[in-house]
């Protein structure tokens, strides 16, 4: 069966097993963890005492259980957000899982009052691994080549790029350019 927080796959088996070990804490826990692991997402780190603490009570392996339910949750949130799944849709799909209603009623309400704040964090995160902060670009007549200084991290590097690499990552980037036109004109 596809669902949509999945992005239109199946749902992963580790996932099935967890809906299982969530449905053991009361829905009320499960949202207040939810919350939790939703703070932690929007600013990291999750913030495992407060999750332990929630989970202290529960007849659950706290080590064990409590590590499983916050990847579960951590899933779920983010795959919801990532697919742009209405959180009325998410609802019904975690019921047909077996999660209990009144718990897919719990992550629905914190999807419902975080899905702003996740996704503007997804989207700064998104296709960045280091920030290029400054740049500069000489030409070294003697050598024939371009030298590139890089400012990333607060660290500079120095790239020299010979004629024929800057002549291929300028076809490159003029093919992806294209493709980009094409794809906002199919859109």
């Known amino acids: ?22 449905s053991r804490l009361s829905s009320i826990k ?10 932690g997402l929007i600013n990291p780190p ?11 009570e529960s007849k659950l392996d706290a080590d064990i259980d409590l590590k499983a339910c916050i990847a579960c949750i951590s899933y779920i949130l983010t795959s919801a957000t990532r697919f ?3 959180s009325n849709a998410l609802q019904n799909e975690l019921q047909q899982l077996g999660l209990p209603r009144e718990h897919s009623t719990s992550l ?4 419902d009052d975080q899905v702003g704040a996740l996704t503007e964090k ?3 995160a998104s296709l960045r691994v280091n920030a290029l902060e400054h740049f500069s670009a000489s030409v070294d007549q003697e ?3 371009a030298i590139l200084d890089l400012k990333i991290d607060g660290e500079i590097q120095q790239v020299t790029v010979t004629p024929h690499l800057l002549n291929v990552l300028l076809e490159n980037l003029e093919e992806v350019r294209k493709t980009m036109v094409e794809l906002k004109e199919a859109s």
């Open 46 to 56: 999750i913030d495992i005492q407060k999750a332990e603490k929630l989970f202290s």
């Open 30 to 39: 499960l949202k207040l963890l939810a919350q939790t692991v939703t703070q």
């Open 84 to 86: 742009n799944c209405d």
């Open 143 to 145: 050598l024939k080549c």
């Open 108 to 111: 629905k309400r914190v999807i």
């Open 1 to 22: 069966m596809k669902f949509r927080f999945c992005g239109e796959a199946d749902c992963p088996d580790w996932v099935l097993v967890e809906i299982n070990t969530l």
């Open 122 to 124: 997804f989207r700064q």
